[in-house]
């Protein structure tokens, strides 16, 4: 059973910035297209990054040009690097395997964007 382990997520003021890690394990990581999403209170989970084996990656609009997935295949990890962060970034964020049924989940990390 894939195993995800999501850390990094913390409160942080408008404007600052965030690493989020993704530990994977019990799979062959460096062939899955890996994807980070994020619910906030009282909406559904959305995609907001993905990024393939080969490395191109995919991000929802109202993320262009702040955040950045990427991947390290020798430590199973995938990354969300989050810049000029927005109060309206505030949520749970997941990461996953695309394309895998069923989609596994991991525990998700709560990043907070307040003054």
């Known amino acids: 059973q894939v195993r995800l382990v999501e850390s990094g997520g913390g409160l942080v003021q408008p404007g600052g910035s965030l690493r989020l890690s993704c530990a994977a394990s019990?799979?062959?990581?460096?062939?899955?297209?890996m994807g980070w999403y994020r619910q906030a209170p009282g909406k559904e989970r959305e995609l907001v990054a993905h990024?393939?084996?080969?490395?191109?990656?995919t991000y929802v609009d109202s993320i262009k040009g702040r955040f950045t997935i990427s991947r390290d295949n020798a430590k199973n990890t995938v990354y969300l690097q989050m810049t000029n962060l927005k109060p309206e970034d505030t949520a749970v964020y997941y990461c996953?395997?695309?394309?895998?049924?069923?989609?596994?989940w991991g525990q998700g990390t709560q990043v907070t964007v307040s003054s």
């Open positions: 996953t395997v695309l394309f895998l049924k069923p989609q596994p």
């Open positions: 990024i393939s084996s080969g490395g191109s990656t």
């Open positions: 019990r799979l062959i990581f460096s062939i899955c297209t």
